[in-house]
């Protein structure tokens, strides 16, 4: 109760403990964003970083692919003309490359296993532009709209500047009053 809390996405929210949420966008749009022309897409992106990837994991549909990982480390620039020219990211496990990929208009499909059982950041997007498992209607779901999650996505990015003084003010007043009530209770009476 002493403390005040945030989280960036609902599946962190900690049970049993009031935080707040504050979505940061971390997607530098200066450097991914999506082509001017998407009929020129081909191939996949597989994404591997704690979840180790063997070929019989990738689903059929998304070959021949390239991997990321970091073995293989690559800018971020780099990173967005592979968004740009894919026909999708498949991943394993949570990642950011997730956002940077959909804000290329690359759609994502998430696949799930032992370690990896949400959709990340479902509550703040719901399954825009990101599909659930292997079969290929859900690259086809996640490329349909994909468009729209960047539109949602732009709305929390320009909304986060209020977002932030909100829960700084909100912040402020909260370590004011709880300060007043350890002042009070150890004046005694």
Same mark, same amino acid.
């Given at each position: 109760?002493?403390?005040?809390?945030?989280?960036?996405?609902?599946? =962190?929210? $900690?049970?049993?403990?009031?935080?707040?949420?504050?979505?940061?966008?971390?997607?530098?749009? @200066?450097?991914?964003?999506?082509?001017?022309?998407?009929?020129?897409?081909?191939?996949? %992106?597989?994404?591997?970083? &704690?979840?180790?990837?063997?070929?019989?994991?990738?689903?059929?549909?998304?070959?021949?692919?390239?991997?990321?990982?970091?073995?293989?480390? &690559?800018?971020? &620039?780099? $990173?967005?003309? %592979?968004?740009?020219?894919?026909?999708? %990211?498949?991943?394993?496990?949570?990642?950011?490359?997730? $956002?940077?990929?959909?804000?290329?208009?690359?759609?994502?499909?998430?696949?799930?296993?032992?370690?990896?059982? @949400?959709?990340?950041?479902?509550?703040? =997007?719901?399954? %825009?532009?990101?599909?659930?498992?292997? @079969?290929? *209607?859900?690259?086809?779901?996640?490329?349909?709209?994909?468009?729209? =999650?960047?539109?949602?996505?732009?709305?929390?990015?320009?909304?986060?500047?209020?977002?932030?003084?909100?829960?700084?003010?909100?912040? $402020?007043?909260?370590? &004011?009053?709880?300060?007043?009530?350890?002042? *009070?209770?150890?004046?005694?009476?």
């Amino acid at each position: 109760k002493s403390e005040y809390l945030l989280h960036f996405a609902e599946e =962190f929210q $900690l049970e049993h403990l009031q935080s707040f949420p504050l979505f940061i966008p971390i997607v530098d749009e @200066d450097i991914f964003w999506p082509p001017a022309n998407d009929s020129n897409r081909h191939g996949y %992106l597989i994404y591997s970083h &704690r979840v180790p990837v063997r070929q019989e994991m990738v689903p059929s549909w998304a070959v021949p692919f390239t991997m990321i990982e970091m073995s293989n480390p &690559r800018t971020p &620039r780099q $990173l967005a003309e %592979l968004y740009r020219k894919s026909c999708g %990211l498949v991943i394993f496990e949570r990642t950011g490359a997730q $956002l940077e990929a959909l804000m290329c208009g690359c759609p994502v499909v998430t696949i799930p296993n032992s370690s990896f059982r @949400d959709i990340p950041m479902f509550g703040r =997007f719901g399954n %825009l532009g990101v599909g659930w498992g292997a @079969d290929i *209607s859900q690259l086809e779901w996640a490329a349909k709209t994909v468009t729209v =999650f960047q539109k949602v996505y732009r709305a929390y990015a320009n909304a986060f500047p209020d977002e932030l003084v909100s829960r700084i003010e909100e912040a $402020l007043l909260f370590f &004011r009053g709880r300060d007043a009530i350890a002042t *009070s209770a150890s004046d005694g009476p």
